[in-house]
């Protein structure tokens, strides 16, 4: 879970950011952090950088880059809220081809990014010996990060799905 959300607050004045300098020249960056209403508690950071755009050798295995930066910090107070809904879940009770698609719809309603893992588990119907098993893949294949006050939709099939068959599917 992120709770650092700062670098989505800030803003740049485009005037000033956007451009070259030539040796000896110096430029002001102005830029604006607007912290929302419903953030969580806790240490916000960020970091704004800078970096130099050499001509590099395009054939040269090495190429250099020179960074400056400057790192920005708030204590935010308040309340840090992680919570989620299932808005919606769709397995399909009959199907008459393969592949078997589930799909689900979850929201975020919390204050901060979250994960959700969607797990879906198939099962001949007189056996309690799963066919297809999201656990089964590699970690984080069936994870999504959901940005707080918004859904995603996810979708998982089933390609090796037998033209017919009786399963119970959680």
């Known amino acids: 879970t992120t709770f650092s959300q700062m670098s989505n607050w800030i803003t740049f004045d485009e005037k000033t950011v956007k451009g070259s300098l030539d040796p000896g020249e110096t430029r002001d960056v102005r830029y604006t952090v607007n912290v929302p209403e419903d953030v969580p508690a806790g240490g916000q950071y960020a970091t704004i950088m800078a ?84 656990e089964d893949a590699e970690e984080n294949a069936y994870s999504r990060d959901i940005m707080p006050e918004t859904e995603r939709f996810n979708s998982i099939t089933w390609e090796g799905a037998p033209t017919i068959g009786i399963f119970k599917v959680t």
Do not use: C, M, Q, W
Not at 66 to 91: D, F, Q
């Open 51 to 134: 970096e130099t755009a050499d001509g590099n050798d395009e054939n040269s295995t090495v190429n250099v880059v020179h960074r400056v930066g400057t790192i920005l910090y708030a204590a935010i107070p308040g309340e840090t809220r992680v919570s989620g809904e299932i808005v919606k879940n769709n397995v399909n009770t009959f199907y008459f081809s393969p592949p078997l698609t589930v799909t689900s719809l979850v929201k975020n309603t919390g204050n901060v990014e979250e994960t959700a893992k969607y797990t879906v588990k198939i099962y001949p119907l007189f056996s309690n010996e799963a066919v297809f098993n999201t």
